[in-house]
């Protein structure tokens, strides 16, 4: 294992009900500024339980987060703060929503172009509003991380920032909120949290931590089993729970403490949803494959772990590593989920932007940093 250091101060408040502790939580005599997306809360009751909870304090709203956030309706959210002089915000919703108001707590103060944030990953964030979280929808993590992915529509970007003090003060984890989610979110937070899982277990092996394996392959064999389940039971409070908080733990830094780290399906899929809109789990679900088959060499060994742990495979370890790819794409599809990109676009030709846009940005891709632009257009070739 590598020395590492690792600093998680978010609060879970977790368990089917616990919604109506979110007055417990919120501070007092703080301006507060209520952040949520599209609208799903006031159909499935979570606004409700929300404005009674903010019964006797000072907020306003802001409403129409979409998913994917940009940054041109968030820079809205940016000035409401500053002309409310707000002193926390309160996010409910998805990753989108949170990541938005992580955003807009990060850009409030911050002196230049708020844009720069992102372009610079958030290295020179001197000050975040705090902000709490109800999570809607188990998927990102963002409940539980210091990390935030906004879009700018004017130059179809999608870039990451992360910064120590934009982890959530609280978050309230409640399983029944997830009753009312269409099985296409069920599938894409299913997959979203399993990548997140993959992206920090699949990788070379040299460094490994059975203490850190130990973990992801639990979390693994949840999403497995609990996934397609959860299509058909989407009220199941049991299986949500799992659901819900194996999705927080695969990103909350835990198991990618003191091992080596990929992402660059991440990398690679966020480019993909800036040209074609694809929903960010669907993205993953298209480039793993190809990561793996072009990175097959380096992360052999750790796919024939996967393959034997997870999905109970036999064989040498040539061909558990093979069929561990294979039974993953089926996994996808078993969800509903197309893993293609032209199952989703007919200009696929866009892609060979994206190797282009990488070397721009002299970005080397993967735990062992070895993923050039030659590579990343590669795998594309592999996923068309
Ligand atoms: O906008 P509303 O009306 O709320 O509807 C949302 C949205 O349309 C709906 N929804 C959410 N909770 C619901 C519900 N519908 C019914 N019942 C509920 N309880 O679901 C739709 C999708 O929501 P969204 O927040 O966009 O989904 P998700 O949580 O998958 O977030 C995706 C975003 O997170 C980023 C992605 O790139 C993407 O922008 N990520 C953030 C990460 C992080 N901060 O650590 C890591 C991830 O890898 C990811 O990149
Ligand atoms: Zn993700």
């Known amino acids: 294992m590598n020395s590492f250091s690792f600093y998680n101060p978010t609060q879970i408040v977790f368990g089917a009900g616990s919604l109506s502790k979110l007055s417990l939580h919120i501070p007092k005599n703080q301006p507060i500024l209520l952040m949520y997306g599209g609208g799903s809360i006031k159909q499935n009751g979570i606004y409700q339980q929300v404005i009674n909870a903010l019964n006797g304090h000072q907020y306003i709203e802001f409403s129409g987060v ?21 002193g926390f915000i309160l996010a409910v919703g998805g990753g989108s929503v949170i990541d938005g108001a992580k955003f807009v707590a990060a850009a409030v103060h911050y002196t230049n172009d708020p844009w720069e944030i992102l372009e610079t990953q958030g290295r020179h964030i001197k000050t975040v509003i705090p902000f709490g979280v109800v999570l809607t929808l188990p998927a990102t993590g963002s409940e539980m991380n210091s990390g935030s992915v906004i879009s700018r529509k004017s130059s179809q970007e999608k870039r990451f920032f992360s910064h120590r003090q934009a982890f959530p003060q609280f978050s309230i984890l409640d399983p029944n909120v997830t009753a009312s989610l269409p099985t296409k979110q069920i599938a894409n937070g299913i997959v979203d949290a399993y990548v997140h899982v993959l992206e920090q277990y699949v990788v070379s092996s040299n460094e490994t931590s059975p203490i850190q394996d130990g973990f992801a392959e639990t979390l693994l064999k949840t999403l497995y089993r609990v996934g397609p389940l959860l299509m058909k039971n989407p009220e199941q409070t049991d299986l949500s729970e799992e659901w819900m908080w194996a999705s927080t733990l695969a990103l909350n830094g835990l198991i990618g403490s003191g091992v080596p780290q990929d992402w660059s399906t991440h990398m690679i899929g966020h480019e993909l949803t800036a040209l074609f809109d694809i929903n960010h789990a669907r993205t993953l679900a298209i480039i793993l494959p190809g990561v793996w088959q072009v990175m097959f060499e380096q992360k052999q060994k750790k796919l024939a772990q996967y393959g034997r742990t997870v999905l109970h495979l036999e064989g040498t370890e040539q061909e558990v590593a093979e069929q561990a790819i294979e039974l993953t794409e089926q996994f996808f599809h078993s969800m509903g989920i197309l893993t293609r990109i032209d199952d989703y676009s007919e200009k696929c030709y866009l892609v060979w932007d994206i190797p282009k846009r990488f070397k721009e940005r002299n970005w080397m891709l993967g735990e062992l940093q070895n993923i050039d632009h030659l590579k990343v257009e590669e795998i594309l070739k592999l996923r068309l």
């Open 66 to 86: 979409e998913p994917n956030p940009t940054y041109e309706n968030l820079m809205q959210a940016v000035e409401l703060c500053r002309q409310n002089r707000i």
